[in-house]
């Protein structure tokens, strides 16, 4: 069963939304301690720079779903990092200009701020378990949770980019071969 409510935008609808969501994959938001520990696996695996642990808090408090945690054996072996933002950021997106090392805080969206659009910021998983963990969480996030918004992302990996465009309907935005991705909203796939 779908979580969609009509008529509810809100940043904080969203966020409790993801959690929710998330948790009953096994996720729960980032505890700052373990920041450094979810960047080492997010650059490892995606063999990509990524957000500093500062810029990481810095969002996190801004929207607590922004960084989700999967532990397994005491450890973070699972990131999501999904972004809520604000209608002045398309523009920003399409054009390639997005700062995903330094996100502008006026781009996001938080508390009674309408969310149009998200940003997956990042996914990473250290194990097959927590791969598959991830997958789940990205496959609620886009075709229940967060389903009637526009999701943007940068494709770090040529896997990354197959399995963004072949499982959660995203498509190039500039060109053919671009690593920048954008999946409308999905409602029609909800209600199938």
Not at 67 to 81: I, Y
Request: proline residues 4%; positive net charge; charged residues 20%.
């Amino acid at each position: 069963m779908s979580t969609l409510r009509a008529g509810c935008v809100s940043a904080a609808e969203y966020g409790r939304r993801m959690l929710q969501s998330a948790a009953r994959c096994g996720f729960r938001s980032a505890d700052r301690d373990e920041l450094s520990q979810a960047r080492a696996i997010a650059s490892q695996m995606m063999s990509h720079e990524v957000a500093s642990e500062t810029t990481l808090g810095r969002i996190l408090e801004l929207q607590p779903a922004s960084t989700l945690f999967l532990h397994e054996a005491g450890a973070v072996s699972g990131m999501v990092s999904t972004l809520l933002l604000r209608p002045r950021a398309e523009p920003v997106l399409r054009a390639g200009a997005f700062d995903g090392l330094s996100p502008d805080e006026a781009l996001l969206a938080r508390g009674a701020d309408g969310a149009s659009l998200y940003y997956v910021w990042g996914i990473a998983g250290a194990t097959k378990e927590a791969r598959a963990a991830v997958m789940d969480v990205m496959h609620r996030f886009r075709f229940d949770v967060l389903a009637e918004l526009t999701a943007y992302a940068v494709a770090a990996t040529r896997v990354g980019r197959y399995v963004g465009v072949t499982q959660l309907g995203f498509a190039p935005v500039r060109h053919p071969g671009d690593n920048l991705i954008v999946s409308p909203p999905q409602l029609a796939r909800v209600a199938a």
